[in-house]
């Protein structure tokens, strides 16, 4: 191993140790910027919970389905299908 080589070593592990040294910080820094990203996701799920639950709110019953009343007599002569599947009066 010449001289190059091992300054060249020398070098490499100072470059490493360094980076090694600063990684405590940088992974708390890592940590930091994440939690407002996780308040913001909390914040999310909550509002969809509270749009998307299935219990309606006091006074917000479901809608109401309209309906229409039919009376016998127009029933069975303005039906389209008078008389089909329907037993013969005899």
């Known amino acids: 191993m010449d001289l190059t080589t091992l300054l060249a070593a020398i070098g ?8 090694i040294a600063r990684l405590p ?12 990203l996780l308040k913001a ?7 969809a919970r509270r749009a ?3 219990v ?7 809608l109401p389905v ?3 009343v039919v009376s016998a007599s127009s029933k069975d002569q303005d ?5 089909v599947n329907q037993p013969s009066e005899a």
């Open 79 to 83: 039906s389209p299908l008078h008389g």
């Open 56 to 62: 309606p709110s006091p006074g917000m019953g479901p």
């Open 25 to 36: 910080t940088a992974a708390a820094e890592v940590v930091r910027a994440c939690i407002p």
């Open 66 to 68: 309209p309906h229409t």
């Open 41 to 47: 996701v909390a914040e999310l799920r909550a509002a």
């Open 52 to 54: 998307f639950r299935s």
């Open 12 to 19: 490499g592990l100072v470059l490493l140790l360094g980076a």
